[in-house]
T-cell receptor, first 110, second 114 residues
Framework: DAKTTQPPSMDCAEGRAANLPCNHSTISGNEYVYWYRQIHSQGPQYIIHGLKNNETNEMASLIITEDRKSSTLILPHATLRDTAVYYCIVRGTGANNLFFGTGTRLTVIP | DAGVIQSPRHEVTERGQEVTLRCKPISGHNSLFWYRQTMMRGLELLIYFNNNVPIDDSGMPEDRFSAKMPNASFSTLKIQPSEPRDSAVYFC????????????FGPGTRLTVL
């Protein structure tokens, strides 16, 4: 699976949009971009995934660039409960493993 | 839906003791995964079952580790004998469509081996 690069940490003001970037320049055509987050002392939580098109669900939006070499996870109105480590994962459909890497630690500030 | 259920949530034991971790996947899911998380190594896949059959156990660190899935609603991860280096948080995850489908994680079991 392709490797991803994320900033180690970010801050965001409560109520503002949080935009978390991810670079995956070696992504293959059949690999999806997944986002998970892990709130302290909890299990990883699935957020969203996409292949080429932008995706939106009740938690977040995923914007994938046209060349698919990078993506951005958007939390439209961050709350204190969104403070967590966010993982961007690139994964083929046949892959067993989720390689979590080190992720981005997002801190939402009151 | 209750989500993935793991027990116990916390386990403290002494070196050499047997430890058994338990997992109940989401009903209807046919794939189950055991992961281990440590500060040094992050999240690592230990073993993956599909339709109750172990498919990939290449991540199991040593023969001291074993996993079973006797039916679609229950799995165990056993460590015998346990060592202090086994201290970690162990997560179970399940998915509905095989390895490539979205995985949903349980709350984890925090294991401390003294």
């Amino acid at each position: 699976d392709a490797k991803t690069t994320q900033p180690p940490s970010m801050d965001c003001a409560e109520g503002r949009a949080a935009n978390l970037p991810c670079n995956h320049s070696t992504i293959s055509g059949n690999e999806y971009v997944y986002w998970y987050r892990q709130i302290h002392s909890q299990g990883p939580q699935y957020i969203i995934h996409g292949l080429k098109n932008n995706e939106t669900n009740e938690m977040a939006s995923l914007i994938i660039t046209e060349d698919r070499k990078s993506s951005t996870l958007i939390l439209p109105h961050a709350t204190l409960r969104d403070t967590a480590v966010y993982y961007c994962i690139v994964r083929g459909t046949g892959a067993n493993n989720l390689f979590f890497g080190t992720g981005t630690r997002l801190t939402v500030i009151p | 839906d209750a989500g993935v259920i793991q027990s116990p949530r916390h386990e403290v034991t002494e070196r050499g003791q047997e430890v058994t971790l338990r997992c109940k996947p989401i009903s209807g899911h046919n794939s189950l995964f055991w992961y281990r998380q440590t500060m040094m190594r992050g999240l690592e896949l230990l073993i993956y079952f599909n339709n109750n059959v172990p498919i990939d156990d290449s991540g199991m660190p040593e023969d001291r580790f074993s996993a079973k899935m006797p039916n679609a609603s229950f799995s165990t991860l056993k460590i015998q004998p346990s060592e202090p280096r086994d201290s970690a948080v162990y997560f179970c995850a399940s998915s509905s469509g095989g390895a490539g489908d979205t995985q949903y994680f349980g709350p984890g079991t925090r294991l401390t081996v003294l």
